[in-house]
């Protein structure tokens, strides 16, 4: 058995001599021809010939999986142009690990990036002065800020139905009353009685209402016991109403919704289309009646829900983690939702230039805009291609930036050490991009077209000195990077503005989150309007809790609506009561308490008054208070206008 073993060894070892030397006969015979091409090309290329024979030969001397490994015996082959010295060490298979072939791609890829490693250049320090960029103009299409008449009085609910207008109102009730008569008919809970636009704007009342106060669930509302006694809700809606609505809540036309469904497979299906009446026009009236400032913020923003449906996504790095993923464009310096989408999914956007670069560019409606703008972005959508696209539109970009994309720089010269100082700055500019590496808690790396490499900021930052004992000390850092964490927060505002009154309620219907979600940008977007129109008329605007109870008061229809035409707006605050010693003749600066119209005459506008309302007699007067902006009766025989400002009010009103 032993004999058989060496025999059979030999025998391999003897076939595998051969054949190498017949491939050495063959290089040899070959010589002629390959010094002619060798003479050629004087430079030569020493990588092409040795790695295709050193292959060859590897393969002719790789052991079968089966057999031990044989290892010949070192043959030393005559050194000629096409069989450098170099290549009798490869064909050793000693020299490379078994199971790792040296392929020629492999070499080829490596030479390949050595070049473009010189071709890049240098990383540079905050030593070497960089070249300030020319930027194009800032040309907006509109006067930024809020379009609307400035010296106009508007009242929170005005401003809120700019978002909410007249024509979306009519068609959910129309839509609802629809669905309710189907979900009757079909023997659902509560009989459906048909709604009205006042009901709507009434459950509205109620739901922005809920966000001011929370409870652990709706019913709690409506609660009886002491530690709730909510009288508020009570005396606006009863509950199985509001429930009888909130069931039936529906956007789209139900004739076209299931002639969408039976779409549902092919191109043409619209996944969104039970929201589409409401989610087309208040993006409309997000870009009509507000023009950015020129610095904008690109973001996500996720709706939280854990519905089952296709488009819900899974965001690990977000507060809100399961929900509808939204792509938001926001003025940074207000926190205004000026343009988003919904994310529908993977075959929304097939341009072949990847999410991030679509979604950009879609919401970017520069048609609208104009010309200057300055986009800041995350690592998710910052890439060089989009920047030079953005730029050839003269829109300049600036955001965090991944170093494994496509278009950075390769280049280890002078580069950022991981264990660089705090505050360590490299930078290097290719054309009209700029790419910038700083050292904060971590590497940061960033791509703009718009900031040069270092402008002599610092910003303050605890770290170790010698005595490894925490102190603060101001370090270098870039133009861009200062600027980024100016301007990114865009987005994150109006989310925290959202997030302070959140109206959202669990549903298991889709479409009813995206409808509280939408309350929440119209009242955002309100509030913001308002604080633009107040301040260009130098006077205090009203916080967000202040402009959410006065906008639930006149949806609700108890505090009555200011004039529109009035040169000193009232108060949109629930009324005040004056004191007892205070008369029609006294006022606090130059506003004084007289009476005057709601309309251009007394057929018109009438609103209930209120001393009246408390006694118990709800009587429509067309006359009010211009500084207490309460509706009183003005006639011989109810003066409730004299009577509100000279005798005490009863003690029950501030129930009212």
Same mark, same amino acid.
């Given at each position: 058995?032993?004999?058989?073993?060496?025999?059979?060894?030999?025998?391999a070892?003897?076939?595998?001599l051969?054949?190498?030397?017949?491939a050495?006969?063959?290089?040899?015979?070959?010589?002629?021809?390959?010094?002619?091409?060798?003479?050629?090309?004087?430079e030569?290329?020493p990588?092409?010939?040795?790695?295709s024979?050193?292959?060859?030969?590897?393969?002719?001397?790789?052991?079968?999986?089966?057999?031990?490994?044989?290892?010949?015996?070192?043959?030393?082959?005559p050194?000629?142009?096409?069989?450098?010295?170099?290549?009798?060490?490869?064909?050793?298979?000693?020299?490379?690990?078994?199971?790792?072939s040296?392929?020629?791609?492999?070499?080829?890829?490596?030479?390949?990036?050595?070049?473009?490693?010189?071709?890049?250049?240098?990383?540079?320090?905050?030593?070497?002065?960089?070249?300030?960029?020319?930027?194009?103009?800032f040309?907006?299409k509109r006067?930024?800020?809020?379009?609307?008449?400035?010296?106009?009085?508007?009242?929170?609910?005005?401003?809120?139905?700019?978002?909410?207008?007249?024509?979306?109102v009519?068609?959910?009730?129309?839509?609802?009353?629809s669905?309710g008569?189907m979900?009757?008919?079909?023997?659902?809970?509560?009989?459906?009685?048909?709604?009205?636009?006042?009901?709507?704007y009434?459950?509205?009342?109620?739901?922005?209402y809920?966000g001011?106060?929370s409870?652990?669930?709706?019913?709690? !509302?409506? *609660?009886?016991k002491k530690?709730?006694?909510?009288?508020?809700?009570?005396?606006?809606?009863?509950?199985?109403?509001?429930?009888? =609505?909130s069931?039936?809540?529906?956007?789209?036309?139900?004739?076209?919704?299931?002639?969408?469904?039976?779409?549902k497979?092919?191109?043409e299906y619209?996944?969104?289309?039970?929201?589409?009446?409401?989610?087309?026009? =208040? =993006?409309?009236?997000?870009?009509?009646?507000?023009?950015?400032?020129?610095?904008?913020?690109?973001?996500?923003?996720?709706?939280?829900?854990?519905?089952?449906?296709?488009?819900?996504?899974?965001?690990?790095?977000?507060?809100?983690?399961?929900?509808?993923k939204?792509?938001?464009?926001?003025?940074s *310096?207000?926190?205004?939702t000026?343009?988003?989408?919904?994310y529908?999914?993977?075959?929304?956007?097939?341009?072949?230039?990847?999410?991030?670069?679509?979604?950009?560019?879609?919401?970017?409606?520069?048609?609208?805009?104009?010309?200057?703008?300055?986009v !800041?972005?995350?690592?998710?959508?910052?890439?060089?291609?989009?920047?030079?696209?953005?730029?050839?539109?003269?829109?300049?970009?600036?955001?965090?930036?991944?170093?494994?994309v496509?278009g950075?720089p390769?280049?280890?010269?002078?580069?950022?050490?991981?264990?660089a100082?705090?505050?360590?700055?490299?930078?290097?500019r290719?054309?009209?991009?700029?790419?910038?590496?700083?050292?904060?808690?971590?590497?940061?790396?960033?791509?703009?077209?718009?900031?040069?490499?270092?402008?002599?900021?610092?910003?303050?930052?605890?770290?170790?000195?010698?005595?490894?004992?925490?102190?603060?000390?101001q370090?270098?850092?870039?133009?861009a990077?200062?600027?980024?964490?100016? !301007?990114?927060?865009?987005?994150d505002?109006?989310?925290?503005?959202?997030?302070?009154y959140?109206?959202?309620h669990?549903?298991?219907?889709?479409?009813?989150?995206?409808?509280?979600?939408?309350i929440?940008?119209?009242?955002?977007?309100?509030?913001?309007?308002?604080?633009?129109?107040?301040?260009?008329?130098?006077?205090t605007?009203?916080?967000?809790?202040?402009?959410?109870e006065?906008?639930?008061?006149?949806?609700?229809?108890?505090?009555?609506?200011?004039?529109?035409?009035?040169?000193?707006?009232?108060?949109?605050?629930?009324?005040?009561?004056?004191s007892?010693?205070?008369?029609s003749?006294?006022?606090?600066?130059?506003?004084?308490?007289?009476?005057?119209y709601?309309?251009?005459?007394?057929?018109?506008?009438?609103?209930?008054?209120?001393l009246?309302?408390?006694?118990?007699?709800k009587v429509?007067?067309?006359?009010?208070?211009?500084?207490?902006?309460?509706?009183?009766?003005?006639?011989?025989?109810?003066?409730?206008?004299?009577?509100w400002?000279?005798?005490?009010?009863p003690?029950?009103?501030?129930?009212?």
């Open positions: 058995m032993a004999s058989r073993k060496a025999a059979r060894k030999l025998f070892e003897k076939s595998v051969e054949e190498l030397g017949n050495t006969e063959n290089d040899s015979s070959n010589d002629d021809e390959s010094v002619s091409k060798a003479g050629e090309d004087k030569g290329d990588d092409f010939e040795p790695l024979s050193s292959d060859d030969e590897w393969s002719i001397n790789e052991p079968s999986p089966k057999k031990g490994r044989i290892v010949p015996s070192p043959i030393i082959t050194h000629t142009p096409r069989t450098p010295a170099s290549s009798a060490r490869s064909l050793s298979p000693r020299s490379t690990p078994r199971g790792i040296r392929s020629p791609q492999g070499r080829k890829r490596s030479a390949g990036r050595m070049s473009a490693d010189s071709d890049m250049g240098i990383w540079n320090d905050i030593s070497v002065e960089d070249e300030d960029p020319v930027l194009p103009n040309v907006p006067n930024p800020g809020a379009q609307l008449i400035m010296d106009r009085m508007y009242s929170p609910m005005q401003l809120f139905q700019l978002f909410f207008p007249n024509s979306v009519d068609t959910i009730v129309k839509n609802t009353n669905y008569k979900r009757s008919e079909a023997g659902k809970k509560f009989p459906w009685v048909p709604m009205t636009v006042k009901e709507l009434l459950y509205i009342a109620l739901v922005i809920m001011l106060l409870t652990k669930t709706i019913v709690d !509302y409506w *609660s009886g530690i709730y006694n909510l009288p508020f809700p009570k005396s606006v809606m009863s509950r199985a109403r509001f429930h009888a =609505i069931w039936n809540l529906h956007l789209c036309n139900l004739e076209e919704d299931r002639a969408n469904a039976q779409k497979g092919t191109p619209d996944r969104l289309f039970k929201i589409k009446p409401l989610y087309t026009d =208040i =993006i409309t009236a997000c870009k009509t009646y507000f023009h950015p400032n020129r610095q904008l913020a690109v973001d996500e923003r996720m709706v939280a829900s854990k519905a089952r449906i296709g488009f819900k996504q899974y965001m690990k790095d977000k507060p809100t983690r399961w929900g509808y939204l792509f938001v464009l926001a003025d *310096s207000c926190g205004y000026w343009n988003f989408f919904v529908e999914g993977k075959s929304s956007l097939a341009t072949g230039k990847g999410l991030s670069y679509d979604s950009v560019m879609r919401l970017l409606d520069l048609s609208l805009l104009g010309k200057g703008y300055h !800041y972005t995350d690592n998710f959508y910052t890439s060089p291609g989009l920047l030079l696209d953005l730029l050839d539109k003269k829109t300049l970009a600036c955001g965090t930036i991944r170093s494994q496509q950075f390769r280049t280890r010269a002078n580069e950022l050490s991981e264990r100082q705090r505050g360590s700055i490299r930078w290097l290719e054309g009209k991009l700029l790419f910038v590496r700083w050292m904060d808690t971590k590497v940061v790396s960033m791509c703009s077209t718009i900031h040069k490499a270092y402008d002599g900021s610092t910003v303050s930052r605890r770290v170790r000195n010698p005595k490894s004992a925490w102190e603060t000390r370090i270098p850092i870039p133009a990077a200062k600027d980024y964490n100016k !301007y990114m927060g865009g987005v505002l109006s989310d925290a503005l959202i997030g302070y959140n109206v959202i669990k549903t298991k219907k889709w479409y009813k989150t995206f409808f509280f979600h939408f929440d940008i119209a009242v955002v977007n309100s509030l913001i309007l308002h604080q633009h129109l107040l301040k260009s008329q130098n006077k605007p009203l916080n967000q809790k202040a402009f959410r006065a906008l639930v008061a006149e949806l609700a229809g108890i505090v009555i609506p200011p004039r529109a035409s009035e040169a000193e707006e009232p108060s949109t605050s629930c009324p005040q009561m004056p007892t010693q205070g008369t003749t006294s006022a606090v600066g130059e506003q004084l308490c007289w009476p005057e709601f309309g251009s005459d007394a057929t018109c506008g009438r609103r209930v008054c209120v009246c309302k408390i006694s118990g007699h429509k007067t067309p006359v009010y208070c211009i500084k207490c902006n309460v509706a009183l009766c003005f006639v011989s025989s109810r003066n409730c206008f004299k009577k400002h000279t005798e005490k009010p003690e029950n009103d501030e129930e009212k």
